[in-house]
């Protein structure tokens, strides 16, 4: 009932901003995102959008992990709740575009950037002095992930080097993944982007390829014209790093 009601919550408030929209006569876009791609590209993305459609901002806090940073003149909304949105910040990992990208004609993918992962041991870990590791190194080793996904992902890089992985424990949190190894509770498996600032007590070793990589992009449905739309994806392509960045 809960969910339900959070749905139509959502739909209704969507459809009283459409109506708000036709009486004032502005714009307004709505952008999905996660914890990690939308700290590392959002904010620089958002000052190259504001610096063509300059417009005063506010931030609010939702319950539930859901957040929005609406801007008061209708320009833009970012959230992570599962309101309509005209463009979402999302990822996948090695392989496929997901299913429901790949088989929407409607739906476009828009490739950003390559976002490796990498090994986060404690400090005084007999391998910290290596410059990169074979996944399979790491077999003995307890994880602990900051998030639920990479469990998965994990598990099948794992299998294809020959051992079964202890997972010790998950977050939904990155960073909190990285206290619990500095805390010697295990090691981790963290995005690139997700590494800093840097944390105290650890050590970040690459992992040789074939590396496990998330693949970060803009996922949008095709509809009118949108100039605005337009100049938030182009910021977000200028704010991505080159490949040999990373």
Same mark, same amino acid.
């Given at each position: ?16 901003? +459409? ?91 828009? /490739?950003?950037? +390559? ?16 410059? =990169? ?6 077999? /003995? ?77 803009? =996922? ?27």
């Amino acid at each position: 009932m809960v969910q339900a009601a959070e749905s139509v919550t959502a739909e209704l408030a969507h459809a009283q901003r +459409q109506v708000d929209r036709l009486h004032t006569g502005r714009t307004q876009l709505s952008i999905a995102t996660f914890t990690s791609g939308g700290r590392f590209l959002l904010p620089g993305a958002l000052a190259r959008f504001t610096a063509a459609h300059p417009t005063p901002c506010s931030t609010s806090e939702r319950a539930n992990r859901k957040t929005a940073c609406r801007w008061s003149a209708g320009a833009l909304s970012i959230s992570r709740s599962r309101s309509p949105t005209n463009l979402a910040l999302a990822y996948h990992f090695d392989g496929p575009l997901p299913g429901q990208v790949s088989q929407n004609p409607a739906m476009r993918w828009i /490739a950003l950037m +390559q976002d490796p992962l990498y090994a986060v041991l404690p400090v005084g870990h007999h391998l910290t002095d290596r410059t =990169a590791l074979d996944i399979a190194e790491l077999a /003995a080793e307890p994880w602990v992930l900051g998030c639920s996904k990479t469990d998965a992902y994990l598990r099948r890089y794992a299998r294809q080097a020959g051992f079964d992985p202890e997972i010790r424990g998950t977050t939904t949190d990155y960073y909190f993944a990285r206290s619990l190894v500095a805390a010697g509770m295990g090691i981790s498996l963290i995005p690139s982007i997700a590494l800093t600032p840097e944390e105290p007590g650890v050590r970040v070793v690459a992992i040789k390829q074939p590396a496990p990589t998330r693949h970060i992009g803009l =996922a949008t449905i095709s509809r009118r014209h949108h100039p605005q739309l337009r100049t938030l994806i182009d910021a977000l392509q200028e704010q991505a790093p080159a490949p040999d960045a990373m």
